[in-house]
């Protein structure tokens, strides 16, 4: 029997890390397979008072310092030296000064990465030398101060005058439902200290300014990560940042060149698991290997290892050959316990490992137990004042709507419940354990409804635009008896005395004989339009005896109309209720009724707004809309018949937002020509022998809503 503790968890690290690299040839063969344009010859390490500095001497000078990031959890640097070569015959070198533990050294490709394995993190810089890079990593924890060769400090870029800002906070959620805190830094040498404490993660940046834009506190509660509020706030001379996550959850934290990333990731709970996490068994390694042993033993063994608290129960026997290699100590529990068919319950640091069925019969009798106390139990009678919702509205949850059924109530066998509507008060009697549950109901449940406003704004507007063309054309003579005036049908209609005029034989303009002809040969004048009368304009040809004449009347009407109907109905209601505005009037008809008699009827012409809104958890609003404008039409013999404009429809709009929906547009052109034949074909004269009427009328619906979510605890005027 053999166990084998492995602490160096930080080492297993870096081998993983070390075998996502492809490895071109062998740590000898290193920088010989690529032609690369520098190689790295040696690294040594001093330390200068609380630094470590790290010299890396590389064949050629130098251009630029190597792109850098580090990490937190766990504690590295890294350094990539891009178009170099690893020529120092070693893939770990020991450094063992400070916090600094060794560096590795990995080549992939034309690219070769130290990573300094670190005791906790901490903060570094980099200098340029000639031909050698000069790595300060700062052990006091604050700002690094990078040096030359000689252990000079360096000279660096002049820093902006007086405290360094931070440039934004940013948070995102990612693919597997983490939260990501990603924090803008004014530059990578900005003393950044991220820990736990207690169930909340801090983060405090050094010597930094917090812009007002940034002071204010994150509710990131909607985007479905364990981060629930990011409050940030000055602290002195410093940058104070709180992160409060919920439920299980682990965090990383990195740097990568100004930015700091802090990775808060969800844990499943299993409350029968031993360490909780979505990566599986995590528990520190050992090898186990038994021949013919005892359970009792193995089970001693793993409690000596972990230092957990192991009762066994005197049922558990046998015997078991186990053979496991740097496996976690609790995937060997398990192996162990699915072998001999056992199961575990952990109470905090205690666990009971007993027979599967052992475990099942006594949580069974245990709950029979409860069962039987609760019909013993002494009931209680508890009073519960409603303030927002109705008594009625507990019908259900006692099964009082159901017969009393017992099914879907709420309640024990025993309880009962009475609702008084009067008072709006609850009495209730049962045990005590369910009348903490009706406790929390009503606390969940009688809570004030958040109000909405909605404002509607209907508009209709009518373009109308009408024309009518028309002429008279009438003949006519003078003759026997008594100089008598007839018209072309040979009527007589006056004499020359009543006529007028200024010559004996003349027919006036506007005399009474020409009013009275009704017989005219062309009868085709303007109709009159909305009420108006159309304007005239008449003209009598008589030859030079005066004994025939010719009367042409002209007659002509232009309307054209502009209007616009607005109506704007608002309503105020609660969340998910439905609401209902209405206007207007009842029109009468008639309708047949089964014993072949009419009856009279009334139907609506209303203006309607019905809306049922919805408070999204954003604060935005969904609203069912349902939108009429109804308007009295022409008169039939049944009744007035009714112009519908109907919109119904469920919309998403910003809260103070306006969405327009509706759109009805509805365009009626008429041209209309009366004419004589053959006559009204003939050019210009033709005009004469016809009547003209041109008719364009344009209607447009358009209906406007604005929901407003009213503030609590504001009472509307």
Request: proline fraction near 4%; charge should be neutral.
């Amino acid at each position: 029997m053999a166990t084998t503790k492995h602490h160096d968890h930080l080492a297993a690290t870096t081998r993983n890390f070390v075998r996502r690299f492809v490895f071109v040839a062998a740590a000898a063969l290193c920088g010989l397979a690529y032609a690369q344009e520098n190689a790295i010859e040696s690294i040594s390490a001093n330390q200068q008072g609380a630094n470590v500095i790290v010299k890396v001497a590389l064949k050629n000078p130098v251009a630029k310092p190597p792109i850098g990031f580090s990490i937190t959890s766990p504690a590295r640097i890294a350094l990539d030296f891009a178009g170099t070569a690893n020529a120092t015959g070693k893939s770990v070198q020991e450094i063992g000064l400070g916090d600094v533990r060794n560096v590795n050294v990995v080549q992939a490709g034309e690219r070769s990465r130290l990573v300094f394995n670190l005791m906790r993190p901490l903060n570094y810089a980099t200098a340029v030398d000639g031909n050698m890079v000069v790595v300060t990593i700062d052990g006091s924890g604050g700002t690094a101060t990078p040096v030359n060769a000689a252990g000079l400090p360096s000279p660096m870029a002049a820093a902006p005058a007086g405290k360094q800002v931070l440039r934004d906070i940013d948070f995102r959620r990612g693919v597997n439902g983490e939260g990501r805190i990603v924090v803008d830094l004014p530059n990578s040498q900005v003393a950044v200290d991220v820990r736990q404490q207690g169930q909340t993660i801090v983060a405090d940046f050094q010597k930094t300014r917090l812009p007002e834009v940034l002071r204010r506190r994150l509710d990131v509660r909607d985007f479905g990560t364990p981060v629930q509020t990011i409050t940030t706030t000055p602290q002195g001379e410093n940058v104070h940042m709180v992160i409060e996550p919920k439920g299980l959850w682990e965090h990383s934290a990195y740097q990568s060149e100004s930015q700091l990333i802090i990775d808060v990731r969800p844990i499943k709970e299993d409350p029968n698991k031993l360490t909780q996490g979505t990566q599986g068994y995590r528990g520190e390694r050992l090898s186990l290997n038994f021949q013919n042993v005892e359970v009792r033993a193995v089970l001693q063994v793993i409690a000596d290892f972990t230092g957990l608290n192991i009762i066994t129960s005197d049922s558990v026997s046998g015997n078991l050959t186990l053979r496991l290699k740097d496996v976690p100590w609790d995937q060997a529990l398990d192996i162990v316990m699915q072998a001999k068919g056992l199961d575990m319950r952990k109470n905090g640091s205690v666990l009971w490992i007993a027979p599967k069925d052992e475990l099942l019969t006594k949580e069974k009798l245990e709950l029979e137990q409860k069962a039987q106390i609760a019909e013993l139990e002494p009931l209680k009678t508890e009073i519960f004042q409603l303030n927002y919702q109705k008594a009625e509205s507990f019908k259900q949850v006692f099964g009082l709507d159901s017969g009393g059924d017992a099914k879907k109530s709420i309640l024990s066998k025993r309880g009962s419940a009475v609702i008084d509507p009067r008072t709006n008060q609850l009495f209730v009697t049962d045990v005590a354990s369910k009348l903490e549950e009706i406790r929390k109901l009503v606390q969940k449940t009688d809570i004030a409804s958040r109000q909405v406003l909605i404002e509607a704004r209907i508009v209709e507007a009518t373009d109308t635009f009408s024309k009518n063309l028309g002429a008279k054309l009438a003949f006519g003579y003078r003759g026997t008896p008594n100089n008598a005036i007839l018209e072309a049908s040979g009527q007589q209609t006056g004499t020359t005395k009543t006529a007028g005029g200024s010559a004996p034989d003349a027919v006036g303009l506007n005399s009474a004989a020409l009013q009275t002809v009704n017989g005219n040969a062309v009868n085709l004048p303007a109709s009159a339009i909305n009420g108006n009368t159309p304007g005239t304009f008449a003209l009598t040809l008589f030859n030079a005896a005066a004994s025939k004449f010719i009367n042409l009347e002209l007659s002509a009407l232009e309307a054209d109309g502009k209007g616009k109907i607005i109506s704007s109905p608002r309503v105020i209601t609660a969340d998910q209720l439905k609401a209902l505005i209405e206007q207007g009037t009842e029109l009468p008809y008639q309708q047949a009724t089964s014993s072949g008699a009419t009856s009279i009827a009334f139907r609506k012409a209303n203006l309607k707004l019905e809306v049922t809104p919805q408070i999204t958890p954003d604060g935005n609003v969904i609203l069912d809309v349902d939108v009429s404008k109804d308007s009295v039409g022409t008169e039939t013999r049944a009744g007035f018949a009714i112009d519908t404009k109907h919109v119904k429809t469920q919309v998403l709009i910003d809260n103070g937002g306006t969405v327009v929906i509706g759109g009805i547009f509805q365009q009626t052109e008429r041209n209309t020509v009366n004419k004589v034949p053959l006559f009204g074909d003939l050019p210009v004269v033709g005009n004469l022998f016809k009547n003209t009427a041109a008719t364009n009328d344009k209607t447009e619906l358009l209906i406007f809503l604005t929901p407003r979510v009213l503030a609590d605890k504001i009472a509307v005027k």
